[in-house]
């Protein structure tokens, strides 16, 4: 069965970055995309990045490029998003989810989550 | 790239119906026939419940359904049941390899 299974909750200080993990198990680690997202407390999703498996190859909104890197490993079927200059606004829940299938856009219809990483920024 | 307007609440009696629109542009919604619904319950991670304007994903019943109409897609849950009542998200390919989630739509079975 398909399961991601994220690092654990973290406490950050402003200024500070952050690396969350989500280790992927149960299916062909090179066959789908993987997509992060975040939720506040009590607010909205939010997408903040794509990772293709095998290229290692990333897109982000803009709002994102300065500050955030996503990146995999091959060897472990891991991916990691690394998020940098950390303020209070980026406490939120982290979640990785992977995309449907390969290809027709269909990387964009997130399918399997992880059970999301609690981030929390304060001095 | 702005978030998707939905509607921040609705609510329905079990066996009913309701929609929940999802408004955007034409460089998203409007553009690509490629917009999904997620259905959240409380401290749990959200669900695909519909992909590609009006697929459903295995598992998901056919009570769920999805349309789209110039800049606004729109799901509808029809014979409604408790367990429906959740946070639903519209979400949209916008082009340049991005995506767009809307704010968010707290159903309530009354």
């Known amino acids: 069965q398909v399961q991601l299974v994220q690092s654990g909750a973290e406490v950050k200080k402003p200024g500070a970055s952050v690396k969350v993990s989500c280790k992927a198990s149960g299916y062909t680690f090179t066959s789908y995309y993987m997509n992060w997202v975040r939720q506040a407390p009590g607010q909205g999703l939010e997408w903040m990045g794509i990772?293709?498996?095998?290229?290692?190859?990333?897109t982000y909104p803009q709002r994102f490029q300065d500050r955030l890197t996503m990146t995999r490993d091959m060897s472990t079927s891991t991916f990691y998003m690394d998020l940098s200059s950390l303020t209070s606004e980026d406490t939120a829940v982290y979640y990785c989810a992977r995309g449907l299938a390969f290809g027709n856009y269909l990387e964009y219809n997130l399918d399997y989550w992880g059970q999301g990483t609690l981030v929390t920024v304060s001095s | 790239q702005s978030a998707l307007t939905q509607p921040r609440s609705v609510s329905g009696s079990p066996g009913q119906s309701v929609t929940i629109s999802c408004t955007g542009t034409?460089?998203?919604?409007?553009?690509?026939?490629?917009v999904s619904w997620y259905q959240q319950h409380p401290g749990k991670a959200p669900k695909l419940m519909i992909y590609?304007?009006?697929k459903r994903p295995s598992g998901v019943p056919d009570r769920f359904s999805g349309s789209k109409s110039g800049n606004t897609a729109s799901l509808t849950i029809s014979g409604l049941q408790i367990e429906d009542e959740a946070d639903y998200y519209c979400?949209?390919?916008?082009?340049?390899?991005?995506?767009?989630f809307g704010g968010g739509t707290k159903l309530t079975v009354l």
């Open positions: 979400c949209s390919y916008a082009g340049s390899y991005t995506a767009v």
């Open positions: 590609d304007v009006s």
């Open positions: 034409s460089s998203d919604v409007g553009g690509y026939n490629y």
């Open positions: 990772i293709n498996p095998n290229s290692g190859g990333t």
